[in-house]
């Protein structure tokens, strides 16, 4: 009962320093690992990266989030780490993804940009639903263009 499935969701400023593009790269390396690590413990979820913000979901087993997260927080790469949902869920929404990216397309930065402008990412106005549908929504898009 301990150990069942569980959703984190969390946000976090940038602290990679440099151009747009090296931010990218830094991005694309965190993904690479990321992907790596979680598919071995059956970790699935969504890196959201809009105006020097990450936002992230993280389901799996709570044992499996927690080792995951606690290497993540100590990350230099970003900080200011706001954890807004650590919760039991009942179904996996990433299940086909061991990290997925949401801010490849522009239109997911305006997207996202709603959010922000709406909260100028204020950690008391965030709300983890509003991130995690968002972040869904998004995937899904990414996925299947034509369908949307
Ligand atoms: P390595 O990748 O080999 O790293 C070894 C050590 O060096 C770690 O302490 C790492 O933090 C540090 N490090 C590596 N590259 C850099 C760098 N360029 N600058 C500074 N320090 C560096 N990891 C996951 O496993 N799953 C995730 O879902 C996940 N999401 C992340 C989301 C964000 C926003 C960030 C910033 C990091 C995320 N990470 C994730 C990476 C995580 O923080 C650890 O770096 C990683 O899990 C360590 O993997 P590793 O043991 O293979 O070590």
């Not at 946000?11 to 790269?25: F, I, K, Q, T």
């Not at 080792?67 to 900080?79: A, K, L, N, S, V």
């Not at 709300?127 to 034509?146: C, G, K, N, V, Y």
Request: aromatic share 8%; charged share 20%; net charge negative.
């Amino acid at each position: 009962m301990a150990d069942d499935l569980h959703r984190l969701v969390y946000y976090s400023r940038n602290m990679m320093p440099g151009s747009e593009d090296e931010v990218l790269a830094g991005i694309e390396q965190i993904l690479a690992t990321s992907r790596v690590n979680n598919e071995k413990v059956g970790v699935t979820g969504a890196l959201l990266f809009n105006s020097g913000c990450f936002a992230q979901v993280l389901e799996g087993t709570r044992s499996a989030i927690s080792e995951t997260f606690e290497r993540i927080q100590c990350d230099p790469r970003h900080g200011d780490v706001l954890v807004l949902e650590f919760a039991p869920a009942a179904k996996r929404s990433f299940s086909t993804w061991s990290m997925g990216f949401v801010g490849h397309a522009q239109r997911d930065q305006s997207m996202f940009g709603s959010i922000s402008e709406r909260t100028g990412f204020d950690p008391q106005q965030l709300d983890a639903e509003q991130i995690f549908a968002t972040m869904h929504r998004l995937m899904l898009e990414e996925e299947s263009p034509a369908l949307v």
